[in-house]
């Protein structure tokens, strides 16, 4: 299982997505767009829009669902928990 979130460090959302995550054991990829710079950034940016369709955070993709904002039942029943 492949999982990825992109998350803003101010963002209370995706601290509790983070931290559902961390809970879980699961292993994931955590991109903190706001801590990036310049090119980094921008592609990070472009990237979450690409794939979500806007700059709405958390975004967490599990495999190739993706989920936007914080839904936990979501984030669990695509986890197997």
Request: overall charge negative; proline content about 2%.
């Amino acid at each position: 299982m492949k999982v990825a979130l992109y998350a803003l460090t101010t963002c209370p959302y995706c601290r509790m997505t983070k931290k559902m995550l961390e809970e879980s054991g699961i292993d994931y990829q955590l991109t903190e767009v706001d801590l990036l710079e310049g090119e980094a950034k921008e592609q990070a940016i472009d990237e979450v829009k690409r794939i979500s369709g806007g700059t709405s955070f958390p975004v967490v993709i599990i495999d190739d669902e993706v989920i936007v904002g914080f839904d936990k039942k979501r984030i669990k029943e695509l986890l197997g928990a």
